[in-house]
């Protein structure tokens, strides 16, 4: 069968391409067409457009460009009914994505599949109105939204398991590292580590890394390493950096947390890697206008939490502290509390514990495209 895939980022490229292996798999027959990125085309197929020609984030940008972001629509939809395949999916980027699945639900008749679906339950809950109209299936890696789309929204969806758990394990299983071994070949001292994981775009790193920094220094009797985010030069990390004594690692953030004592971490996918390594952490997240943030977020946003943590787990296990609560005082406060106090970490231990069981075993892209392959056999029999 044919498959067209659309993805508007990194992490995206990252889970479509093993979604994409799954269905070669499932489906020795299958045709790959994409906008996407490197790992989608190491598997094979003919990439239309590289997802870093899409990636535009926050309002200035987005407007500067909406020339191209509208051009890059109508290349998509055009290029989609040209190719006709046995089905579109979609995975997350959902401003470009449901705008596309509109128009392929308006004027075609190929299903549409989402693969990790929109996180409409924090943020503009009114697109279900349009997921409901224009998306066939919904695949989900989150245990949590299946009560929000089918409790809430009577919206039947497919939890597949979340494709973290599988990178996490799979990495565990490469082989092990010992903490000296790692640290000499990283050029790092004897010390235990702190990690620092600031976010992977430019303006969470201006945000959030300085305050990191000045809180965990005062922390001598420990070494500081920031994970370097994908796509960030190490000239830009050194602006923020300044002076401070910190090593600077890039694509080693999984060696990092397996050798680390605790992290401060920005608030996203990050969060649950941290987790599923068993690193205590706390989460950071500025903004440069806290005070409005922190009334949207009591106000406005549709969730408790913004940590994958604990809005798995539905309670805190991890400390949040965003907006106007992110302060070097406090950060440095709970630093204190996951370094030194065994309690503390045994609790949040615990807790690591419930979010892996809810999480549910690997197997989230096998499951997914096992699931995608049976519901287009039915389809074309029906």
Known sequence: MKYYLIVGEASGDLHASHLMAALKEEDAR????????????????????HYKELAYMGFVPVLLHLRTIFANMKR????????????LILVDYPGFNLNIAKFVHAHTRIPVFYYISPKIWAWKEYRIKNIK????????????EVEFFEGKHRYPIHYVGNPTVDEVEAFRASGSEAFDDFTHA??????????LL????????????????RAAASFPDYQLVLAGAPGISPEYYKQYVGEADVKILFNKTFPLLRQAEAALVTSGTATLETALFRVPQAVCY????????????RHVLKVKYISLVNLIADREVVKELVADTMTVERIRSELKSILYDEQYRRQMLDGYE???????????PRHAASKMVALLKKRREG
């Open 286 to 297: 500025h903004t440069p206008i806290g005070k409005i943030i922190a009334f949207l977020k």
């Open 354 to 364: 419930y979010v892996a069981s809810r999480l549910g075993k690997a197997g989230a």
């Open 198 to 213: 600031a976010g992977s775009r430019k303006q969470e790193i201006k945000d959030n890394l300085p305050d990191m920094l």
């Open 30 to 49: 299958a045709e790959f067409r994409f906008f996407g990125g490197d790992l989608m085309a190491a598997v094979g197929g003919t990439m239309v457009k």
């Open 133 to 144: 109209r224009d998306v066939d299936e919904l695949f989900s890696i989150l245990p949590f």
């Open 186 to 195: 990283n050029v790092l001292s004897d010390k235990p580590i702190i990690a």
């Open 76 to 87: 998509c939809k055009e290029d989609i009914v040209a190719w006709q395949p046995d089905v």
